[in-house]
């Protein structure tokens, strides 16, 4: 029978680094225990509970829920990543697509880009890309720096296919994103409204 793992410090969150833990008075044996992922080099996440099941019928009832369940997994790894990343780091390319949930082939490493002359972060479950600060701008979502719809867009140009493209950047101009400012709410609107926009959705069924 596996020894149950000693309780973690309440003051450590759902992902940490190696370095709190060990100064909470945690041992290096208690942060290799079953009961704790390891997705980057010097990071440390509980282990989430087992789900439940989805049955097809809950599933046909949200056709979001795909891209929930991609956006949570990225969302995890962001978190986690970013408790040890530099400073200047934000999510890239299709990892910065699941976190607004645009339409995209997924990607299982997180993408993490910085601007020249930044070296791209290394590492495992990491792919690191560089780009020209004038090629890029980024916002905030859940405490997590990313890449704007407009710079993912243009990141993905030498990835995606025609077709995936055009798809993509056809969600990018029907949403009004949350930070977008009033200037826009009249003018440049699509048709249908904030409720195109899976992120803006997503947050309004959480309020």
Not at 124 to 151: F, H, N, Y
Not at 185 to 199: A, F, K, M, Y
Request: hydrophobic fraction near 45%; aromatic fraction near 4%.
């Amino acid at each position: 029978m596996p020894i149950t793992p000693r309780p973690l410090s309440a003051r450590l969150g759902a992902t940490f680094t190696v370095a709190d833990a060990l100064a909470q008075g945690h041992t290096t044996s208690r942060l290799r225990a079953h009961d704790l992922e390891r997705p980057y080099h010097g990071v440390r996440r509980r282990m989430p509970a087992p789900a439940p099941p989805a049955s097809e019928s809950a599933h046909d009832a949200d056709p979001l829920a795909a891209d929930r369940a991609e956006h949570a997994r990225v969302l995890s790894d962001a978190q986690a990543y970013f408790q040890v990343a530099p400073a200047h780091a934000f999510v890239a390319g299709r990892s910065a697509a699941a976190l607004l949930m645009l339409p995209c082939p997924v990607a299982e490493e997180l993408c993490v880009g910085v601007v020249a002359p930044q070296r791209a972060p290394r590492g495992r479950g990491i792919r690191g890309t560089k780009i020209a600060p004038q090629l890029v701008s980024t916002r905030e979502i859940d405490g997590v720096r990313v890449a704007s719809p407009a710079s993912i867009w243009a990141m993905l140009g030498g990835e995606l296919t025609h077709r995936e493209l055009v798809i993509l950047g056809d969600a990018i101009v029907r949403c009004r994103w949350p930070w977008e400012t009033a200037r826009r709410r009249s003018r440049d609107l699509p048709v249908g409204g904030q409720e195109n926009c899976p992120l803006v959705a997503m947050s309004s069924a959480h309020v």
